[in-house]
């Protein structure tokens, strides 16, 4: 905000996109170590949510800023995002450590202190320690408050077991994570989110104030329908809800790629078409929400082993932010190459690819716990276990896992 030339403004944003970067990746992973497997879901997802909530502020503050001089709006618009940062500076100080880490350490007497705050019940506290330690490495009858962890389990190889030599369960779930997060930036909402005046221009409506009040629209259904989604995730599952997102964003994108096509073909306004591309717009902006909005960051944060569970997370936001930035860059000129309604039309051929992914790569993990994951996934015959323990004892199902592993779910 208070920039003094091109350079100095680039160099602030980098900044702030080292910590975008770091808060994309730790906020998840915290989330759903921390939480209990009754509400990881949504708990998880509420770090999509307020993604949401900054965009519609962001497209708010827009509107607003564009009141104001030029030379003084934009400044505004960047340097009051310094606001919530500070804020949330000074809460982060008051956060308990995740009792995975904690674990990994050998700090079992803090672990079992956060745990017993996390957790539904003092019965289900003592079966995450547990689980926790025997993921670590730690033998169940080391009780003492400080305990030596052994060497494996502070880091050693992971790159190895993760790229190098990974298990056949962690090669299914590194695809697995890393497919959630291209296939959701192939789907092209960045370029809705990003260049939503653009589209609305070329449906027709001209005014800037008009447009400025498009997007917003834009920004408010896709946090209303995330909020949605939150309250679904542990209801009804990650696959249901990915894949009637995903069925409906391939139908919306045809649509608006049709609309779309009409108005560019017409030598004026159809105000039919107009209406169908701006409702289609914003139908897709809300099926995505409800589903592939939150999904990749929720799913992929629960999915790896404790040992692997940050680097491997990292690897699938990474993903994620290098398929946005390339979709978000070629956009304008994938529409003036292909028209803006074959743009729509290649983004909704990506979305039916990526169906038919999720439902061959993706097992179900409601209800879960994080340490009984792996045992989901191995098997890419694409014949998955179906998960029917949905409360918080822990029991063995019946029959063995893939790869001969016995299950260990949450009764």
């Given at each position: ?22 808060a994309c990746m730790i906020a998840p ?318 983004y909704a051929g990506v979305a039916l ?59």
């Amino acid at each position: 905000g208070f920039a003094t030339n091109y350079a100095f403004l680039m160099v602030g944003r980098f900044v702030a996109g080292i910590g975008v970067g770091y808060a994309c990746m730790i906020a998840p992973v915290y989330t759903a170590e921390i939480s209990p497997a009754s509400t990881r879901g949504f708990l998880t997802s509420f770090f999509e949510v307020f993604i949401n909530f900054g965009i519609l502020l962001g497209y708010v503050s827009n509107y607003v800023c564009s009141k104001l001089s030029t030379h003084l709006g934009w400044r505004v618009m960047l340097g009051v995002g310094a606001v919530p940062a500070v804020i949330l500076a000074s809460v982060v100080l008051w956060m308990p450590e995740s009792p995975r880490w904690l674990v990994m350490q050998g700090r079992l007497g803090d672990a079992k202190r956060v745990l017993d705050k996390t957790s539904d019940s003092v019965e289900e506290a003592q079966f995450r320690l547990a689980d926790i330690k025997e993921a670590a490495g730690i033998p169940e009858n080391l009780t003492d408050d400080v305990v030596q962890v052994p060497k494996r389990s502070h880091g050693e190889g992971v790159w190895k077991e993760l790229i190098v030599h990974p298990t056949p369960s962690v090669r299914h779930i590194l695809i697995a994570s890393v497919g959630i997060h291209f296939f959701q930036q192939c789907s092209g909402i960045d370029s809705v989110v990003l260049y939503s005046p653009r589209i609305f221009e070329k449906a027709g409506i001209t005014s800037s104030d008009n447009k400025l009040l498009a997007t917003v629209a834009v920004g408010f259904t896709k946090t209303m329908f995330i909020l949605v989604a939150t309250f679904l995730f542990d209801k009804i599952g990650r696959r249901p809800l990915i894949l009637s997102s995903v069925a409906g964003m391939i139908f919306s994108l045809a649509t608006l790629g049709f609309g779309l096509t009409v108005i560019d073909h017409s030598n004026k306004k159809v105000t039919w078409a107009v209406g169908l591309s701006i409702a289609m717009l914003l139908a897709f902006v809300a099926f995505f929400s409800i589903g592939m909005g939150p999904s990749p960051v929720v799913y992929s944060s629960e999915i790896f082993p404790l040992k692997l569970r940050a680097q491997g997370t990292s690897m699938g936001m990474a993903a994620n932010r290098l398929t946005s930035g390339v979709i978000s860059m070629t956009f304008i000129s994938l529409y003036k190459g292909i028209t803006i309604g074959g743009a729509f039309f290649l983004y909704a051929g990506v979305a039916l690819v990526s169906w038919f992914f999720f439902y061959y790569v993706l097992p179900e993990t409601q209800g879960r716990t994080l340490e009984d994951m792996e045992g989901l996934f191995g098997n890419l015959k694409w014949n998955f276990p179906k998960n029917k323990n949905k409360k918080n004892n822990k029991e063995v199902s019946n029959g063995d896992g893939p790869n001969g592993q016995v299950q260990l779910g949450s009764k």
